[in-house]
């Protein structure tokens, strides 16, 4: 098996959360997964065409699996998938030798790479963070690696300085990226097409309109309440058809417009989990189950938005599902 | 063994770091943990008259240190202190049920309580927060809480609102509080009085002044440097001699002038475990060793103010060691 | 006449607000103060025992007064006054020349000296602030300055260097303070006794705790809700009784719990003018009328706040009227 | 005169600075306006091709002109351009009064419009904001209002809320729109198309790409370092030349990288005056002279930096008016 390669990063990378049992929030319960609904809601995001699965991220409950859980996750996850699309495990812990311990054991099970983060209890600075991302490429040169770039799990934005040095390393593929900001010409410009920036699906057209070449692919958190919409933006792209896409873009901003707390990431930050997983319940494609502790409590009004934005995001790729399914059966015929 | 209570919060919890072998900055060390320099140092502290121990915070690399070595540093000190002072030990991880885990096994290996941080992947809000206090105190309901308030580590100050609601769990007998802000009056007033807030020692006078009722003694990081002078400072603040307790006060802000990089906190906290133990090495009551991965490298500049300050605490702590020695042989002769 | 010095910086610093007319809100109006309450006011305030006069600060609406307005207020403060207590007037501006050309006028009009913060458009470095505070000095050396600290009207705390430096200007007499925060004992220091750091009357015993040498005053904008309490506060201070003053501290506390919405200073600023204004009218001691524009409207929960704590404020000050009355009159007997 | 309108948004509107004498820095000076470059500068920048001018903004000195001379400047300004252009004249003052005061002489001198940001003393929330901009655009109907949304020196970003408000009012043609960052799509939503965002320079080609329809012009700085070039990417743009336009932006990005000290537009707003001043100078294609007090120091690495931005853009717009001359003659011949 060869490593997946910056070459891999096309299309959308859907994130899927890790079902939970009904008993999930209590403190006491040890096996919270729910392994059925795992692998059946992971291959049902590669049947439906989504091209890489990416888990154990924010929403994904990378801070609140045990161990024994979240290995147990990974395996049922890579397993359900068979090598149809690459899977990027979550791997982000405080420090760096149980980030690699992790890793390995990733690696193990046939993890095509990790989606990474950087240890957050002290803020890392640009030396840091580099160092850190290259004590685990070193140790599990093997695994791709996708950046986890996210200000207010990370403690702030990494750099272009920062992207400068994690383009240097082989196995770092790709960045999941914020919300399009200032800083992201630069931050584009400071990786020199060595590593892809995958921007959120409802940025995708915005950012490829910006830099066409560069901008293959998105990571997908709305892909976990149904992802033909996504997937319908990767065709639209992939073809150039511009109105079409941009078509889809303006969908996705309306399906979202509910979703973040007065319009705030900071306060969306501070439940995402909960919101993520209201979400994609409310939208019915897979059950993500209740949340683990500590992240369960959440402002009903908040939770409300968030309901919304999934009845929108389910009702939305439902349409583009028929709309697949229409132009297949008519290439069929 | 009864539980340790509000009642015996009193004096200096010493903070001491977690002693490193001369590999400990290389990711594959797995081993890093120098447990004979963990036992001396312990022990020395409190033969030297800290009123109790605290390990595995920010610069005792609780973030840094794996689950084997974490365990087994705690037994090393518990044993070492055998009893004569209540040990805390650093339980915050990224969420409630790998706390309660490790928790459990402190209270196994005789620890009389945890230092406690709350997960900070995703900021907690006041109901998450509390949530989080509440399902470990009811887990492990032998141990006592020192509830870590660090507005960098932990994202974002405790809330008075959340001194309040700590106050009534009755596992929480102490925080750690950070620098004297604002809301010190109202959180302190939020507690009731059922917990202990403790100022770090060069902030002991002061809050002492504001609250002589309340502020019964002070967490103490710069300890490690010598614990002669905090020892001093609460036999002043405990005979009520004002003035000699200021001038101590005094000397500690004289010493601590160049611990923090520009003044600011926010700055320190990128490299507190590097600062803290720098000082530490450079004071020489104890040898703290090398950073653990991924937090090793730091601003030359900022290593220079550091290891003035461990010049300086060294210094004052051998003096107040003199008059301490002098006073014991004077009251023996 | 002789200038202001840092010696007079002693006792209750009351800051009014500038009375206006029932058409003050509507932009059109162009004669918003009302003078005849301005001059009532501001004798009955020096009549009542306040130990100096600020205008023209924040709630004073330096910022909102035409400068036809404001010069004509000045003088009928000025005039009402009659020497009796010494007057500092806003002379704040967008820059120096402006500034240099209101402190002239004030200072023919017989003002003792400036309330004075910094240009805020761009925010000022150090050596910009500095260099501001500095010319206007040397411009009208015959007006004492009180400086003043508003983090957030004037882009951030002023720092320890900037204290020293200012300290070394010798029209510098004070500093009107924020809220207590880290930084007060490291100002403190800076300012070496030559100029005096006035905390808010609610905040002056606590820093009287601290340093009882060098905290000789307060600013009150509360004494504008009654100033008998401050006044008693500053005899309380004055003969060192401790138990008296921390009393009335406390009471001061209780006073203004509901004053600051959601606790925040952030939020407080945003609305300063109108909350201040509402408390002073529901408190009755003096009428300070409708708010200029543009600072004129406010969230409902955020006013009944305000409301409450003027009415605290004005019982308050009623009894410790009571108390003044009956002691003078047994001191007649 | 017919006031000009939303569709007159188009082109290059720049900004140029209020050339100062030799001795403005001393804030004894009073006549700080070197009249006859104002009116060769602005006679330039229109014979060269901008669409319209801003003056009196941060770099144009709104806050730190005094009332007499800036009312000066404004008239030869506007003699000099002699109705080939609109003229937008900054009436940003610390009150509503004071602005309307102001743009009401404006409107007297010939003005188009405004350059109108908010008061800045207390931050306005959403409703003081629009209250704001009702009163004055109710009070001189005549006058066009381009508001000026800059985060640092207003208090924060306008929010989309506030762009929906602004929209309902006719005077107001366009904004000033700060770097482009995440909520760039929301608040062009929030318009309605009833109001043109104007981005910088440097931005312009971007924010065309998402939203060819809506994005009709810029606010240009560096037009006062040569306006050939933003003048030909207008030219480019208006015809729908995508590759050359792609290339300009891409040279404006070039010229900018110095610019921004340590990329940070917070630290750059510390010293905006002094940074365009020192380009705009080092340039040389009009002479903007020192700054007025109180924003007169500068870092010199910071100072190093403008300069070398400007000698780029001089290059860069001696290239493009190279070859304007050249198609010129070429279509002469």
């Not at 914020?178 to 200032?182: F, I």
């Given at each position: 098996m060869t490593r997946v390669t910056v070459e891999d990063v096309e299309g959308v990378f859907a994130i899927m959360p890790t079902p939970a049992t009904p008993d999930a929030t209590d403190p006491a319960c040890m096996n919270s997964v729910d392994h059925e609904e795992s692998a059946r809601a992971a291959a049902a995001l590669v049947d439906d065409g989504v091209h890489a699965l990416m888990v154990n991220g924010t929403f994904g409950e990378g801070a609140t699996l045990t161990w024994d859980e979240h290995r147990a996750f990974a395996r049922t996850v890579i397993d359900a998938v068979a090598g149809r699309v690459p899977v990027f495990v979550g791997a982000t812990t405080l420090n760096t030798r149980d980030t690699i311990t992790r890793a390995s054991t990733f690696a193990d099970l046939g993890a095509s790479g990790l989606l990474l983060g950087r240890p957050m209890w002290s803020p890392c600075d640009d030396a840091t963070t580099l160092g850190f991302y290259r004590d685990v490429a070193a140790a599990v040169p093997d695994l791709g690696i996708v950046v986890y770039d996210n200000p207010v799990a990370f403690d702030g934005k990494l750099s272009p300085r920062v992207y400068a040095g994690l383009s240097e390393i082989p196995q770092v593929i790709a960045a999941k990226y914020?919300?399009?900001?200032?800083s992201f010409l630069a931050d584009l410009e400071a990786t020199g097409g060595r590593l892809r920036i995958l921007p959120v699906e409802r940025d995708w057209y915005w950012a490829w309109r910006w830099a066409p070449d560069s901008i293959t692919g998105c990571w997908s958190g709305s892909a976990s309440c149904g992802p033909h919409t996504s997937v319908v933006l990767a065709e639209r792209i992939a073809t150039g058809d511009d109105a079409a896409a941009r078509r889809i873009a303006e969908e996705l901003r309306e399906c979202g417009r509910t979703f973040f707390p007065q319009g705030s990431f900071e306060l969306f930050s501070r439940y995402n989990v909960q919101l993520e997983k209201i979400r994609i319940d409310e939208a019915g494609y897979l059950r993500a189950g209740p949340c683990r502790p500590p992240y369960v409590d959440c402002p009903p009004e908040y939770a409300e938005g968030a309901a919304e934005s999934g009845r929108r995001l389910a009702a939305l790729s439902a349409r583009y599902a028929a709309e697949r399914a229409a132009t297949a059966s008519g290439s069929r015929a």
């Open positions: 914020p919300t399009l900001g200032p």
